[in-house]
Every structure is written in structure tokens, then in C-alpha cells.
């Protein structure tokens, strides 16, 4: 497989974590099961395949998409193609911080894969014209870099309030609660919900319950055999069977099935 990171400067990187570029991947398994992570993605598909989406249950076709696609946060898991027949770029955003680049509020792209075309027009088709074009990885993800700077640099404004909230719930997803959220802003429990749908895609409460079945996942990744009373007490369940209820509505998992299934790629179920 070819791969290339690239971590952008100034002042992109305050807004959109990496680019990843990726081609000739090929697994054994044909299909994954992606998890919520709180992330969104920008996805630039450069062969001309058409890549799938799949009913989480029956495995059948729901969607297909083509060229260049935007993936909303969600708060369910996604079943998508592993990579075969792939040529990828994947613009991952910071959390919280890609709603300067979008015209739309970031709550009605929830569980959501868009063709990128229905929000950003013929730029990003252009740009992905552009990378295709460009036959040596690095420099494709340099010239993404500089092509999102020059349409999208002019809108690179900050929510200081959504930056402390996101912030402040990353740190302690298991105990922040709304109230503290409010003392330490001053705003109103109204507009500290409306605002962080806006702009990040889901309530506060709702974002601190991904980023703690997220610290499950990484609990459980920790190797070795694990203690399923501790994980759901460290992650701020009162009980276990809370913790199931919590885990299989983001992963379709219970968490020893999970466990069973996992790959060493995070949040990456294989399915077939």
C-alpha cells in the first residue's frame, strides 16, 4: 500500500486535524464497519469507482458515492467498503471546527454522507480535478492544502464559546455536566444547545456520550483481557447494562462481540 500523511500549517491547522492519502490498499475483508468518533471528514475518491454504503443490517447497497463526498458527524456506526480499488484522500477535521467551511448548520448533516458538490459547488470538483492530475502523493496533498487555503481562508473565523465547550467536554466526557457548561460561560442552557448544534452537529450531552464510548474503545484496545465492570465504571456508567445499551447503539456491537471482531485499525469493524 502507498500512504502519506500530511499535517497542514498555519491556519488550517487550527481547523482540520490531517490529510491522508492512500492507494493500492488491499485487505482480506471486503466490508467495514465504521464507528462514531466525533469526527467529520472530507473525502476526495480519485478513481472513477463508485463506492458503496451499506444498510448496517441486510448489507444491501442504500447509497452510492462518487468523486468527492462529506461525512456529518454521527452517533451511529456507518458500513462501508474496506478500500480495495481505492485512491483516497481524507481531510480530517479538527472536532468542533468544520462549520467555517460549510454554508449549512452542521446539525442537518448528522448521519449524513453528502456529494461534497451540494456544498461547495464546482470548487472541490475542481480541486479534485486538480489532484488527480498530480501524480506524486506529497505533492497532491501540499497542492490540497493550498487549494482549500485560497477558497476557504477568507472564512476561517473562530466560536470562542465552541471552542471552550468542545474542549472542556473532550477533557471530561465522563463527568462535564450541562449546568457546569453554563456557570462557567454565562449563556443560557437555550442557547448553549442551539449554538454547539450548529456548530459541531449534535447537543453537548450527546457529544460527551461519543467521546465516552470512545474512551471504551481505547480502553478495550489496551490489550490484554478486559475487565467489563471496570471499562463501564471508567467511562462513567452507573451500570453494566447501561454500558451495553450505550455501546451497541454506537457500534451495533455488544462490547464482547466487539471485542471478538476488532481490527488493529480503531474504530474499523470488519464485516465481510
Not at 454522507?113 to 470538483?125: S, T
Not at 447501561?242 to 462490547?255: E, L, M, R, V, Y
Request: proline share 5%; hydrophobic share 40%.
Amino acid at each position: 500500500m502507498i500512504s502519506q500523511i500530511h499535517f497542514p500549517a498555519e491556519p488550517l491547522n487550527y481547523f482540520i486535524e490531517s490529510f491522508y492519502y492512500y492507494k493500492d490498499y488491499n485487505p482480506a475483508h471486503l466490508v467495514d464497519r465504521l464507528l462514531p468518533d466525533g469526527n467529520v471528514q472530507l473525502i476526495f475518491e480519485l478513481t472513477d469507482v463508485p463506492k458503496y454504503i451499506y444498510d448496517n443490517n441486510t448489507l444491501t447497497e442504500i447509497q452510492s458515492c462518487r468523486n468527492t463526498w462529506f461525512a456529518g458527524l454521527r452517533n451511529e456506526p456507518i458500513t462501508i467498503p474496506s478500500g480495495r480499488e481505492s485512491e483516497m484522500i481524507i481531510v480530517s477535521f479538527r472536532k468542533g471546527r468544520a462549520y467555517p467551511f460549510l454554508n449549512e448548520p452542521m446539525f442537518a448533516l448528522k448521519n449524513y454522507v453528502i456529494d461534497a458538490e451540494l456544498l461547495w459547488e464546482n470548487q472541490i470538483l475542481d480541486i479534485r480535478s486538480r489532484l488527480q492530475e498530480i501524480k506524486n502523493p506529497r505533492e497532491k496533498l501540499v497542492c490540497l492544502e493550498s487549494k482549500l487555503l485560497q477558497y476557504y481562508g477568507s472564512k476561517l473565523a473562530t466560536n470562542g464559546f465552541v471552542d471552550f465547550a468542545v474542549s472542556e467536554i473532550s477533557k471530561n466526557p465522563t463527568g462535564l455536566r450541562l449546568k457546569e457548561l453554563i456557570a462557567q460561560t454565562g449563556y443560557s442552557k437555550k442557547h448553549i444547545i442551539k449554538t454547539f448544534k450548529e456548530k459541531v452537529g449534535t447537543s453537548p450531552k450527546e457529544f460527551a456520550k461519543i467521546l465516552r464510548f470512545q474512551k471504551a474503545i481505547k480502553l478495550i484496545e489496551a490489550g490484554g483481557k478486559v475487565d467489563w465492570s471496570s471499562v463501564a465504571f471508567d467511562c462513567g456508567f452507573f451500570d453494566q447494562s447501561h454500558f451495553i445499551a450505550d455501546f451497541k447503539q454506537f457500534s451495533g456491537f455488544t462490547p464482547s462481540e466487539y471485542f471478538s471482531r476488532k481490527s488493529d485499525q480503531l474504530n474499523y469493524v470488519p464485516i465481510i
